[in-house]
């Protein structure tokens, strides 16, 4: 026998409105795996995949513990984005370094980004060096060739000068944080020249009137520029030129093919190897 817990709010209780009981429908399930989202969405949305895994803190204490191995977990993550992600822009990002080199060495698709939290007084520290300035992130990064880093607000806003760091060794450089989350800030890191600022409430904080992805303008670009050439094309056919040796009225130029062998031909099957080979076996014949 089945049993089956309801969990409901405390505030449906104060509704007068009828309860459905429908949460077996497949809209109505309480996220969507990783799979569906990527066969969902529009393709042109991209995705910035955060691995969650357990950091050690610098008291020697962890985060939290996983009972799960790191390799059947990022393999697992892998392989849903290899067979599912298509054409899709997609990079990975994740504050434990260990998995960034990971991911990094499993495949050659996808970038990855190193998040870390630098100095601040809002998180407690990690136990990882790697974790502790924008200095340590930009020289891990570049040693495994990952794309870039994900840096905390809070280390540009303190001295803007460390994205230095980041652009002088040719690395992407993104940052996050809750500082983001003001229109004057995200207009002042988009004016230092970072390559992107992750916030929340995109429709309350972005400045421009039409707000869609800057993958799906990319992508209408393209568009535009490869259908201006196809009817270029249309209207200016070019012949494409004879096979080399050809000459224009289709027959052969012997000796110009000729030339151009030289010493391509095999000596496995030209007349001086056959006839030497011939000698050969004359003269170890009894």
């Known amino acids: 026998m089945n049993t089956y817990i309801l969990v409901y709010h405390l505030t449906e209780g104060k509704s007068k409105n009828p309860r459905f009981f429908d949460d077996d429908q497949e809209e109505h399930q309480p996220f969507p795996t990783l799979q569906q989202v990527l066969e969902v969405l529009n393709p042109h949305v991209g995705f910035n995949i955060e691995i969650k895994w357990t950091m050690q803190l610098h008291d020697g204490s962890y985060e939290l513990y996983h009972p799960t191995d ?19 822009r997609i990079v990975f990002s994740c504050f434990n370094a ?24 809002l998180y407690p520290k990690y136990y990882d060096p790697r974790c502790w300035s924008i200095k ?21 806003l303190r001295d803007p000068s460390l994205i230095r ?9 993104f940052c996050w944080g809750d500082d983001n989350s ?3 800030t995200i207009k002042f890191l988009k004016e230092l020249g970072l390559h992107g600022v992750i916030y ?21 670009e393209s568009q535009k520029a490869f259908l201006k050439l196809a009817a270029h094309n249309a209207e200016n056919p070019i012949s494409p030129p004879p096979p080399h040796g050809v000459k224009q009225d289709g027959t052969f130029d012997i000796d110009k093919i000729r030339q151009n062998i030289g010493d391509l031909l095999s000596t496995a099957t030209s007349l001086e190897s056959l006839e030497s080979r011939m000698s050969d076996y004359k003269s170890q014949a009894p």
């Open 70 to 88: 790191v390799n059947l977990y990022l393999d697992t993550i892998l392989e849903v984005v290899l067979k599912h992600g298509g054409t899709r």
């Open 98 to 121: 260990d998995c960034c080199t990971m991911i990094r060495m499993k495949q050659n698709k996808y970038p990855v980004m190193f998040l870390t939290q630098g100095e601040t007084v």
């Open 136 to 156: 340590s992130a930009a020289q891990y990064a570049s040693m495994f060739e990952i794309l870039g880093i994900n840096v905390h607000t809070e280390d540009l």
């Open 165 to 173: 760091h980041a652009t002088n060794n040719d690395l992407v450089i």
């Open 182 to 184: 003001n229109p004057d």
């Open 200 to 220: 929340d409430k995109m429709y309350q904080y972005n400045a421009k009137e039409i707000k869609e992805s800057i993958f799906l303008a990319e992508a209408r």
